[in-house]
C-alpha cells in the first residue's frame, strides 16, 4: 500500500477498507465529545453494540422462566457453552471436539497442566519464555513446587540476547536439543505480551514433539489475533481469554484446546467436575467419573451464561468477517503506524523505537519513547489517546482491525509529534 503522512490519506484508507462498517458495531469511550483513539484492545477489547440485548436475553429468560431457562430459554441454558463452539474453533484452528469455552484463562492452564505436565525422575523440566506474563510464571512455578521440584532447576526460560527485546528462535530450539533428555513439557505464550513477538508455533511443537516433550500454548494475546492452526500444528494443549481481541468484557468466560489425540487416552489424569462427566449419565448422579471424550472433559462446572452470552456476540462478528479478512487488515493497519512512527522520528530525532519484530507481529506494536518514559503515555491518556503502557519503558499499542481504522493511526501519530 502507498503511504503518505496526511490526514487525506488517512480518510481514503479508510474509505477503501472493505471492513469499515464494523467499526460502528462498537463502543467507543469519549474525549471532549469524540472517540478515543483505543488502542489498547490486547488488553482489553472494546464493547459489541450488540453485547446488552444478549445478556438482556438471557435476562428476561430468567425472569420468565427460573430454574427452566436452562431447557426453555431461547438459547437453553443447559448448553449454553455449545453455542460458542464452533466459530471459536474456527479463530483458533481446531475441531469442534477439540475446543471448549469455560473457566478463566489461568485456571484452564492449571487444569490442563494436571493432565500433560508429568514430571518424572528423568524428564521434569518445563521451557518457557523469560518474563512471559506473571500469571503463566505464577502458574508454572507453582506446578513445579507442587511436585516437589525447584524451579530454579525445573524451569528453563528463554530471553532475549543481550541488548535485544525479542527471542531468538534458534535460541529456543537450541534449548530444545540441549534438554531434550530431561524436557518433559514446552508451555510458552503465542505471543509475547511485552514485545508483541509472535512465535513460530508449528515449529516449536514440532522441536518439541522430536525431544519427546509435551506441548502447549498461553494464546491470550494470540487468540483472535494471529493465524492459528491447533489442529493441524499438532499442538497438544492450549488455552486464552477472551476479554482482549475476543471483546466478551473484563473477566470473562476463558477457552481451552486439547488435541483430539489425547481424548481417548483414560490414562490421563485431570481435576474432575460434573461439567465433564458423559452428558447422557450426567443426570443420574453416579459416584464414579465417566469423561466425555473430548475437550469437553476437563470443565468443572455448568455455563457461566451471562460471561457466556457477552463473548458470544463478539464470536458472531468474528464469524461474520472472517480471520483471514481480519489479518488482512491488521497487516496494513501496523504497516501504517509503523510508517506513521518513523515519520514522527524524521521530525523527532529518532526518539521512538519499535521493539516488535517486523516479520512475526500480530497488531500490536510495542514502542520504546527513548529519553521520555511513563510521562508521555500518561500525556496520551490526557489528550484522548489510550495504549497500554508496561514496566519499565514500552507503550503498547494495538490498531485492532475490527475497530480501528486508519485515521486513528494518524491522530495518534500527530498527537504524539505535539507531546514530544
Not at 75 to 95: C, D, Q, R, S
Not at 193 to 218: M, R
Not at 260 to 270: A, D, F, Q, R, V
Not at 388 to 397: A, F, H, K, M
Request: proline share 5%; net charge neutral; hydrophobic share 40%.
Amino acid at each position: 500500500m502507498k503511504f503518505e503522512p496526511t490526514l487525506e490519506c488517512a480518510k481514503q484508507l479508510d474509505a477503501n477498507d472493505p471492513l469499515k462498517q464494523y467499526r460502528s458495531k462498537f463502543l467507543f469511550p469519549q474525549h471532549n465529545g469524540r472517540e478515543v483513539v483505543y488502542f489498547t484492545g490486547n488488553s482489553l477489547g472494546l464493547q459489541p453494540t450488540s453485547t446488552q440485548s444478549y445478556i438482556q436475553q438471557e435476562l428476561n429468560d430468567w425472569a420468565k422462566f427460573g430454574v427452566e431457562g436452562h431447557f426453555l430459554a431461547k438459547n437453553p441454558w443447559m448448553h449454553y457453552h455449545e453455542f460458542l463452539t464452533e466459530k471459536m474453533a474456527k479463530i483458533v484452528g481446531g475441531k469442534n471436539s477439540e475446543v471448549v469455552m469455560m473457566n478463566q484463562l489461568t485456571v484452564n492452564l492449571h487444569l490442563l497442566m494436571v493432565s500433560f505436565y508429568r514430571p518424572t525422575k528423568q524428564r521434569y523440566k518445563i521451557l518457557c519464555e523469560a518474563k512471559a506474563f506473571p500469571s503463566d510464571q505464577y502458574a508454572l512455578q507453582s506446578q513445579v513446587k507442587f511436585h516437589g521440584l525447584n524451579p530454579k532447576d525445573a524451569l528453563i526460560e528463554i530471553a532475549p540476547r543481550e541488548g535485544e527485546y525479542h527471542v531468538r528462535h534458534e535460541d529456543i530450539y537450541e534449548a530444545i536439543e540441549k534438554n531434550k533428555e530431561s524436557l518433559a513439557l514446552i508451555m510458552i505464550g503465542g505471543v509475547n505480551y511485552f514485545s508483541g513477538q509472535v512465535f513460530d508455533l508449528k515449529s516449536i511443537t514440532e522441536a518439541g514433539h522430536k525431544a519427546g516433550a509435551v506441548v502447549g500454548f498461553d494464546l491470550a494475546h494470540g487468540a483472535g489475533n494471529i493465524h492459528l492452526e491447533l489442529h493441524n500444528w499438532n499442538v497438544d494443549f492450549a488455552c486464552w481469554c477472551s476479554y482482549k481481541y475476543l471483546n466478551s468484557g473484563p473477566g470473562s468466560v476463558a477457552g481451552a484446546f486439547v488435541h483430539e489425540k489425547h481424548h481417548k487416552n483414560t490414562e490421563l489424569p485431570l481435576f474432575a467436575g460434573w461439567w465433564g462427566t458423559k452428558k447422557e449419565t450426567r443426570f443420574l448422579m453416579k459416584p464414579e467419573f465417566e469423561p466425555i471424550e473430548s475437550a469437553e472433559r476437563w470443565q468443572l462446572s455448568n455455563a457461566p451464561v451471562f460471561a457466556m452470552a457477552a463473548c458470544k456476540a463478539s464470536l458472531d462478528v468474528f464469524d461474520e468477517v472472517g480471520m483471514q479478512k481480519l489479518i488482512e487488515k491488521s497487516k496494513d493497519l501496523t504497516e501504517y503506524l509503523e510508517y506513521i512512527v518513523a515519520e514522527v522520528n524524521k521530525v523527532k530525532n529518532n526518539c521512538l523505537q519499535i521493539i516488535t519484530p517486523k516479520e512475526n507481529r500480530g497488531c500490536q506494536i510495542s514502542i520504546v519513547a527513548n529519553g521520555y518514559g511513563k510521562p508521555l503515555y500518561n500525556k496520551l491518556i490526557e489528550n484522548g489517546v489510550i495504549p497500554d503502557w508496561r514496566e519499565p519503558n514500552v507503550i503498547r499499542c494495538a490498531p485492532v482491525p475490527l475497530y480501528n481504522n486508519f485515521e486513528d493511526i494518524y491522530r495518534f501519530g500527530e498527537i504524539l509529534k505535539a507531546l514530544l
